[in-house]
């Protein structure tokens, strides 16, 4: 989708830590996105990023560069049920459309 | 409660047939969206509407059809255009930058 890269899965352990990278071409940028999807359901939001730099909420935090085009969400203290779809999505300066990644499936594994 | 509702939940098309998906939200937002998501993939941009009686294209438009009389509707026709309908469809809607409030989605199978 209009060149948003993100990894096609990934697994972990439960209890660690995982970092999912995103990049975007930068032309037209306003803000960038996360959100999650279990299997089946809707998307949920997780984080909004605006200014560079990293935004903590509880265990999830991201993280934006917008001269290097590029975003990573942080996971830590995995859990069983953060096995999901988590979808990367940037706006642009005119309108308020969001482009999506194609997802990264994670996988926690015990 | 405020929210945004698609309906049918699963809905089963005949091939040849035009069908049509609801989405209501009393949010009172101006904008709303129709993605499409198949298996593994992404959501992609069907159609979306930033006004009342105005919609613009999205990515991949062909074979279907939107309308946008009311502010808290904007209900997707998948024609019989659209050769390979099964998929995901959600329904969004925002106000100015703020991120989205999605539907709970519809499941479109052809039978």
């Known amino acids: 989708g209009q060149n948003i890269d993100q990894p096609t899965e990934m697994t972990a352990t439960e209890g660690a830590i995982v970092q999912i990278n995103c990049t975007y071409q930068?032309?037209?940028?306003?803000?960038l996105f996360w959100y999650q999807q279990h299997a089946g359901e809707a998307p949920t939001f997780l984080s909004y990023?605006?200014?560079?730099g990293l935004e903590e909420k509880g265990r999830f935090s991201s993280f934006l560069s917008r001269s290097k085009g590029y975003s990573y969400l942080l996971l830590k203290e995995l859990q069983m049920k953060d096995s999901a779809s988590y979808l990367c999505?940037?706006?642009?300066?005119?309108?308020?459309?969001?482009?999506f990644g194609q997802g990264t499936e994670l996988s926690v594994k015990p | 409660d405020g929210g945004i509702t698609q309906s049918p939940k699963y809905l089963f098309r005949k091939e040849g047939q035009n069908v049509t998906l609801s989405c209501e939200q009393n949010?009172?937002?101006?904008?709303m969206y129709w993605y499409r998501q198949d298996p593994g993939q992404g959501l992609r941009l069907i159609y979306y509407?930033?006004?009342?009686?105005?919609?613009q294209k999205g990515d991949i438009a062909e074979g279907y059809s939107v309308s946008r009389e009311k502010k808290e509707s904007f209900p997707l026709t998948v024609t019989s255009a659209q050769k390979n309908p099964t998929a995901f469809y959600l329904c969004?809607?925002?106000?100015?930058?703020?991120?989205?409030?999605f539907g709970s989605g519809t499941r479109l199978t052809v039978v």
């Open positions: 969004a809607s925002n106000q100015l930058n703020y991120g989205y409030t």
């Open positions: 999505a940037r706006s642009y300066n005119q309108g308020g459309k969001l482009i």
């Open positions: 930068t032309s037209g940028f306003n803000g």
């Open positions: 990023n605006v200014l560079d």
């Open positions: 509407s930033q006004i009342v009686n105005d919609f």
């Open positions: 949010l009172n937002h101006d904008a």
